[in-house]
């Protein structure tokens, strides 16, 4: 039986919808068991990992086989083809939420350095972008996914002064190297959490108003 | 006049090659400008970088234009859809050369560190790496595909090897924390290039096979 076009594009949104989900809930059970030093946090991760792996490959043969059986034009085909952008930077902040998880166990078993500069603070604020982002590629809200394209600014301005102050922490000593390094390597890749979250919301901005937004600033 | 599909799928093939071309090129300056200390080889990397992202939007348009107009299947839709991938990696390749280089320059304000450890080895592999990943492409040839999915593994070992050597510099007071700093992002900056031609790769052997080699260790 042939399904229903329109149910298909709801079952790919869903799939993106899981997707992202996992992505947050595995990044936030991280930096959570960074702060409290306690690595079971952290046991679901491979599984969400496991599971964001098999979405990627799902999402990008229903997309396929939509374009190849339905030829959709106009609004559905830039729904299909922003949800094969959409899957791609999933899947990445997938693996940066691996690495951001192999980072934080080579940190706990370190003896516990304090404090953890403002990596918590901006932990939150990527989870957010990661959220709305999907959230304004749900709703097709271009204003939710401005605010998402501007706060990445601020998660390069505060990844920019963890590097300083940790430079600082270590050219003073008070800050061994191999913590400061982790530390460096969260931050990076958090940020990196951040630019994919970007480039969703621009993905969004682009099916909702039909205007490619990127490489241009917003005011 | 509609121009010939076949005439529009060569178009699009040869834009992505000239991205490629002009990410490899951004590459392989910034690292001889760090091993010459001579910041004149970057010269050409911001128009590089202008040109990439134009090159960006005119990829996804044209892809976009030619799903909606022709409604390809098969083969062809593969090919469509592959070069949707392939630009996005190319995008962020160009990003990331762009890191590379502001990187570079803040090494080139300080007095000179060496030994630049095995970046400058590192950074050739990468270089072939983007370079076969696109031949590949061109070709169709699943087997130069394959090598490029190989290459991926020296790579992170370098990275590795590269991350240890550093550290036990700065530990024994050998190396100072800004150039090591440096060093890293350096390095992890080309393992992502590596990363995204390892991408390209596997869109190749998908293009080329029908099989979705992600998420599975190729013998």
């Given at each position: 039986?042939?399904?229903?076009?329109?149910?298909?594009?709801?079952?790919?949104?869903?799939?993106?919808?899981?997707?992202?989900?996992?992505?947050?809930?595995?990044?936030?059970?991280?930096i959570?068991?960074?702060?409290?030093?306690?690595?079971?946090?952290?046991?679901?991760?491979?599984?969400?990992?496991?599971?964001?792996?098999?979405?990627?490959?799902?999402?990008?043969?229903?997309?396929?086989?939509?374009?190849?059986?339905?030829?959709?034009?106009?609004?559905?085909?830039?729904?299909?083809?922003?949800?094969?952008?959409?899957?791609?930077?999933?899947?990445?902040?997938?693996?940066?939420?691996?690495?951001?998880?192999?980072?934080?166990?080579?940190?706990?078993?370190?003896?516990?350095?304090?404090?953890l500069v403002d990596i918590p603070h901006m932990s939150k604020i990527v989870e957010a972008m990661?959220?709305?982002?999907?959230?304004?590629?749900?709703?097709?809200?271009?204003?939710?996914?401005?605010?998402?394209?501007m706060s990445d600014d601020e998660v390069d301005d505060l990844k920019d002064s963890i590097y300083r102050e940790l430079?600082?922490?270590?050219?003073?000593?008070?800050?061994?190297?191999?913590?400061?390094?982790?530390l460096i390597?969260i931050a990076h890749n958090l940020e990196r959490v951040a630019d994919?979250?970007t480039?969703?919301?621009?993905?969004?901005?682009?099916?909702?108003?039909?205007?490619?937004?990127?490489?241009?600033?917003?005011?």
């Amino acid at each position: 039986m042939i399904r229903p076009f329109v149910n298909e594009l709801g079952d790919l949104q869903n799939k993106i919808l899981e997707m992202g989900g996992l992505v947050e809930t595995s990044i936030h059970n991280t930096i959570r068991s960074l702060v409290e030093r306690d690595e079971k946090l952290m046991a679901g991760l491979w599984d969400n990992e496991r599971r964001i792996n098999q979405l990627d490959i799902d999402i990008d043969e229903s997309a396929t086989r939509l374009l190849a059986l339905h030829q959709p034009v106009a609004r559905d085909l830039r729904f299909i083809t922003a949800s094969i952008k959409i899957n791609s930077d999933l899947e990445r902040m997938g693996d940066l939420a691996v690495n951001l998880a192999q980072r934080s166990l080579s940190m706990l078993k370190r003896p516990p350095f304090r404090p953890l500069v403002d990596i918590p603070h901006m932990s939150k604020i990527v989870e957010a972008m990661v959220r709305r982002s999907l959230d304004a590629f749900v709703r097709r809200d271009a204003a939710l996914a401005q605010n998402v394209v501007m706060s990445d600014d601020e998660v390069d301005d505060l990844k920019d002064s963890i590097y300083r102050e940790l430079l600082e922490l270590m050219e003073t000593g008070e800050a061994p190297p191999g913590p400061a390094f982790d530390l460096i390597f969260i931050a990076h890749n958090l940020e990196r959490v951040a630019d994919h979250a970007t480039n969703i919301a621009q993905d969004v901005l682009f099916l909702v108003k039909g205007v490619d937004v990127r490489h241009h600033h917003l005011s």
